[in-house]
T-cell receptor, first 114, second 109 residues
């Protein structure tokens, strides 16, 4: 199984809502990532988890809160988002973080903040 | 972290061979070169990776000259379904990779 799954596929939320994005992989990978991608732009790294510990936070606003409950799951908790946070949120995983590791990406969650 | 430069867009026709070149003048000794493909509203997909000379798989070939300051992704006999954005990435610093602007490849019938 070389698949990374993400739920939901689409999400519409108001600026006062709290929601969560979920990501799952069963490839035994020990590194997991969150990216944000705006239309016609490249993916931008947000967070990296290595062995279930947060290893990189690319100065992401605190309204985005990542969580890695176990080696297969990665969540992104959303609270008090702004309309400019509307984007495609991508999850990825790799065998380990660092080095030329191939990342496997999920299909993404399309988020619209009203 | 080595910065990459690619053409913003390219057009080609079905059945043609397409070559996309990426410049990475500041590549470090331990850096690898990796290419990803992304279709609209999907996550990027790994295509190929190499360190030097030539690498070939069932999808593409990657040519890397001796100085490693550039690389060329070669897609043989493209079809309409190869229309996508192609990203060249070089190395990783710590635990992160950084996507450049990519090349939008448009295949025409």
């Amino acid at each position: 199984d070389t698949e990374v799954t993400q739920t939901p596929k689409h999400l519409v939320m108001g600026m006062t809502n709290k929601k969560s994005l979920k990501c799952e992989q069963h490839m035994g990978h020990r590194a997991m990532y969150w990216y944000k991608q705006k239309a016609k732009k490249p993916p931008e790294l947000m967070f990296v988890y290595s062995y279930e510990k947060l290893s990189i936070n690319e100065s992401v606003p605190s309204r985005f809160s990542p969580e890695c409950p176990n080696s297969s799951l990665l969540n992104l908790h959303l609270h008090a988002l702004q309309p400019e946070d509307s984007a495609l949120y991508l999850c990825a995983s790799s065998h380990r973080a660092g080095g030329p590791e191939t990342q496997y990406f999920g299909p993404g969650t399309r988020l619209l903040v009203l | 972290l080595a910065k990459t430069t690619q053409p913003i867009s390219m057009d080609s026709y079905e059945g043609q061979e397409v070559n996309i070149t990426c410049s990475h003048n500041n590549i470090a000794t331990n850096d690898y070169i990796t290419w990803y493909q992304q279709f609209p509203s999907q996550g990027p997909r790994f295509i190929i990776q190499g360190y030097k000379t030539k690498v070939t798989n069932e999808v593409a070939s990657l040519f890397i000259p001796a100085d490693r300051k550039s690389s060329t992704l070669s897609l043989p006999r493209v079809s309409l379904s190869d229309t996508a954005v192609y990203y060249c990435l070089v190395g990783e610093r710590d635990d992160k990779i950084i996507f450049g602007k990519g090349t939008r490849l448009h295949i025409l019938p």
